[in-house]
């Protein structure tokens, strides 16, 4: 299986801050790479599919690159609404997997 | 507008059996994959298996073979999880996800745009 290795785990900022979150294949996988929020309690939310392309109604300040094994989502100045998990998955292999997530909170 | 409804959740001891069921409305359910998402108490998103849209073709995750068989009905616009010999590990809210296809660089790829509220299944004696 390919394994997705996101970091960091958490991290904690401010609002108005500029943030990268990394997530890693342990293959290449081309741009079959999707970027989910989650809120607790909530289901997951597309942000950003095929690596790179914003999904309808999200935010401009959310945007994502990469291509093969290395990956990134930024988000150019977090809102209040942003302190939230972020997920990474590929879904280059039939079974796809998830990336362990990455904690938002508040500084 | 896309709707997805789990149902079926519910707790049960271990080695029983749960049906999971995904009611669709909203787009044109038998024209797209389908899949299955689980995550455990204060864990990560684990994706379970998916489904083609015809249902000829199936995926699921290794810890989940031989136990839990996705399936559908096309005509009730419906999604289902038969999940068999439950272990306390499987307990997790489950959510089924619509997937839309569209262009990965080499090809199709799918990307889970709607997901349901989610189910819950707790497997406890």
């Known amino acids: 299986d390919i394994q997705m290795t996101q970091s960091p785990s958490s991290l904690s900022t401010f609002v108005g801050d500029r943030v990268t979150i990394t997530c890693r294949a342990s293959?290449?996988?081309?741009?079959?790479l999707n970027w989910y929020q989650q809120k607790p309690g909530k289901a997951p939310k597309l942000l950003i599919y095929?690596?790179?392309s914003l999904q309808s109604g999200v935010p401009s300040r959310f945007s994502g690159i990469g291509f093969g094994t290395d990956f990134t989502l930024t988000i150019s100045s977090l809102q209040p609404e942003d302190f939230a998990t972020y997920y990474c998955q590929q879904t280059y292999s039939t079974s796809r997997t998830f990336g362990q997530g990455t904690k938002l909170e508040i500084k | 507008e896309v709707q997805l409804v789990e149902s079926g959740g519910g707790l049960v001891q271990p080695g029983g059996s749960l049906r999971l069921s995904c009611a669709a409305s909203?787009?044109?359910?038998?024209?797209?994959?389908m899949s299955w998402v689980r995550q455990a108490p204060g864990k990560g998103l684990e994706w379970v298996a998916s489904i083609s849209e015809d249902g000829s073709e199936k995926y699921s995750v290794d810890s989940v073979k031989g136990r839990f068989t996705i399936s559908r009905d096309n005509a009730k616009n419906s999604l289902y999880l038969q999940m068999n010999s439950l272990r306390a590990e499987d307990t997790a809210v489950f959510y089924c996800?619509?997937?839309?296809?569209?262009?990965?660089?080499?090809?199709?790829?799918?990307?889970?745009?709607?997901w349901g509220q989610g189910t819950l299944v707790t497997v406890s004696s």
């Open positions: 996800a619509r997937d839309r296809p569209t262009f990965c660089s080499g090809g199709t790829c799918y990307v889970s745009d709607y």
């Open positions: 909203g787009f044109t359910f038998s024209s797209y994959w």
């Open positions: 095929a690596a790179s």
């Open positions: 293959q290449s996988i081309s741009t079959y």
